[in-house]
Protein backbone atom coordinates (compact mmCIF):
# COMPACT_ATOMS: atom_id res chain seq x y z
CA UNK A 1 0.00 0.00 0.00
CA UNK A 2 1.10 3.26 -1.45
CA UNK A 3 0.92 5.82 2.25
CA UNK A 4 1.01 8.77 0.25
CA UNK A 5 -1.68 8.12 -2.09
CA UNK A 6 -3.78 6.27 0.94
CA UNK A 7 -3.64 9.58 2.88
CA UNK A 8 -4.32 11.68 -0.89
CA UNK A 9 -7.23 9.48 -1.01
CA UNK A 10 -8.48 9.55 2.23
CA UNK A 11 -8.44 13.29 2.08
CA UNK A 12 -10.59 12.79 -1.33
CA UNK A 13 -13.22 10.35 0.37
CA UNK A 14 -13.71 12.25 2.69
CA UNK A 15 -14.43 15.41 1.08
CA UNK A 16 -16.61 13.63 -1.57
CA UNK A 17 -18.45 11.28 0.50
CA UNK A 18 -18.20 12.99 4.32
CA UNK A 19 -16.29 12.48 7.84
CA UNK A 20 -18.65 10.17 8.98
CA UNK A 21 -19.50 8.27 6.33
CA UNK A 22 -15.42 7.61 6.51
CA UNK A 23 -15.21 6.99 9.91
CA UNK A 24 -17.97 4.32 10.08
CA UNK A 25 -17.07 2.58 6.87
CA UNK A 26 -13.22 2.29 8.46
CA UNK A 27 -14.06 2.33 11.91
CA UNK A 28 -16.24 -1.05 11.34
CA UNK A 29 -13.78 -2.71 9.24
CA UNK A 30 -12.80 -6.24 10.83
CA UNK A 31 -10.03 -8.05 9.59
CA UNK A 32 -12.14 -9.26 7.15
CA UNK A 33 -13.19 -6.13 5.90
CA UNK A 34 -9.86 -3.74 6.06
CA UNK A 35 -8.15 -4.95 2.94
CA UNK A 36 -11.23 -3.72 0.75
CA UNK A 37 -11.11 -0.34 2.71
CA UNK A 38 -7.51 -0.27 2.30
CA UNK A 39 -7.99 -0.74 -1.57
CA UNK A 40 -10.98 1.35 -2.00
CA UNK A 41 -9.12 4.33 -0.39
CA UNK A 42 -6.08 4.10 -1.87
CA UNK A 43 -7.13 2.71 -5.72
CA UNK A 44 -10.26 4.44 -6.04
CA UNK A 45 -9.56 7.62 -4.33
CA UNK A 46 -5.92 8.05 -4.23
CA UNK A 47 -5.00 6.93 -7.60
CA UNK A 48 -7.96 7.52 -9.73
CA UNK A 49 -10.27 9.93 -7.81
CA UNK A 50 -6.82 11.71 -7.30
CA UNK A 51 -5.93 12.61 -11.07
CA UNK A 52 -6.20 16.20 -12.04
CA UNK A 53 -7.34 15.66 -15.83
CA UNK A 54 -11.21 15.83 -14.42
CA UNK A 55 -13.02 17.77 -11.75
CA UNK A 56 -14.37 15.89 -8.80
CA UNK A 57 -17.85 17.67 -10.02
CA UNK A 58 -17.13 15.24 -13.17
CA UNK A 59 -15.88 12.22 -12.10
CA UNK A 60 -19.24 12.67 -10.23
CA UNK A 61 -21.22 12.90 -13.21
CA UNK A 62 -19.48 9.76 -14.52
CA UNK A 63 -20.03 7.46 -11.25
CA UNK A 64 -23.57 8.27 -11.20
CA UNK A 65 -24.56 7.29 -14.32
CA UNK A 66 -22.09 4.50 -14.31
CA UNK A 67 -23.68 2.96 -11.05
CA UNK A 68 -27.23 3.79 -11.93
CA UNK A 69 -26.50 2.06 -15.18
CA UNK A 70 -25.12 -0.97 -12.69
CA UNK A 71 -27.97 -1.00 -10.16
CA UNK A 72 -26.11 -0.47 -7.02
CA UNK A 73 -28.72 1.30 -5.07
CA UNK A 74 -26.56 1.71 -1.97
CA UNK A 75 -23.77 3.12 -3.98
CA UNK A 76 -25.93 5.34 -5.67
CA UNK A 77 -27.20 6.77 -2.94
CA UNK A 78 -23.74 7.23 -1.44
CA UNK A 79 -22.89 9.61 -4.78
CA UNK A 80 -25.64 11.17 -5.19
CA UNK A 81 -24.83 12.82 -2.10
CA UNK A 82 -21.41 12.82 -3.00
CA UNK A 83 -21.92 14.45 -6.37
CA UNK A 84 -23.93 17.70 -4.27
CA UNK A 85 -20.87 17.83 -1.74
CA UNK A 86 -19.01 18.46 -5.27
CA UNK A 87 -21.36 21.35 -6.58
CA UNK A 88 -23.78 18.95 -9.01
CA UNK A 89 -26.92 20.58 -9.08
CA UNK A 90 -30.11 18.61 -8.73
CA UNK A 91 -30.85 19.81 -12.36
CA UNK A 92 -27.40 18.21 -13.56
CA UNK A 93 -28.22 15.18 -11.34
CA UNK A 94 -31.67 15.10 -13.19
CA UNK A 95 -29.62 14.96 -16.37
CA UNK A 96 -27.55 12.24 -15.59
CA UNK A 97 -30.33 9.86 -14.68
CA UNK A 98 -32.55 10.50 -17.72
CA UNK A 99 -29.34 9.94 -20.14
CA UNK A 100 -29.42 6.49 -18.04
CA UNK A 101 -32.97 5.52 -18.66
CA UNK A 102 -32.58 5.96 -22.58
CA UNK A 103 -28.75 3.56 -22.48
CA UNK A 104 -29.50 1.81 -19.51
CA UNK A 105 -33.34 1.25 -19.69
CA UNK A 106 -36.34 3.31 -18.25
CA UNK A 107 -36.46 0.54 -15.23
CA UNK A 108 -32.86 2.13 -14.30
CA UNK A 109 -33.94 5.42 -14.47
CA UNK A 110 -37.12 4.67 -12.28
CA UNK A 111 -35.33 3.18 -9.83
CA UNK A 112 -32.56 5.75 -9.55
CA UNK A 113 -34.73 8.56 -9.58
CA UNK A 114 -36.54 7.58 -6.58
CA UNK A 115 -32.98 6.80 -5.04
CA UNK A 116 -31.80 9.80 -6.14
CA UNK A 117 -34.44 12.05 -4.59
CA UNK A 118 -34.02 10.40 -1.36
CA UNK A 119 -30.61 10.90 -1.33
CA UNK A 120 -31.31 14.68 -1.87
CA UNK A 121 -33.83 14.95 0.62
CA UNK A 122 -31.69 13.52 3.00
CA UNK A 123 -28.93 15.69 2.16
CA UNK A 124 -30.66 18.85 2.38
CA UNK A 125 -31.55 17.76 6.21
CA UNK A 126 -28.22 16.68 6.88
CA UNK A 127 -26.99 19.97 5.75
CA UNK A 128 -29.77 22.17 7.67
CA UNK A 129 -28.95 20.14 10.60
CA UNK A 130 -25.03 21.13 10.46
CA UNK A 131 -25.55 25.05 10.21
Same mark, same amino acid.
Given at each position: $?? #?S?????????????GD??V?Q????????????????????W???W???TL?????? $?????M??A?N????L??H?K?????GL??????????????????P???D??R?????????Q #??????L
Amino acid at each position: $MS #KSKFEKGLEIRRQVLGDAYVDQAIGRADAFMQPLQELVTEYCWGHVWGRDTLSLAERS $MVNLGMIAALNRPHELKLHVKGALRNGLSTEKIREVLLQVGIYAGVPAAVDSFRIARQAIEEYQ #KEEVGSL
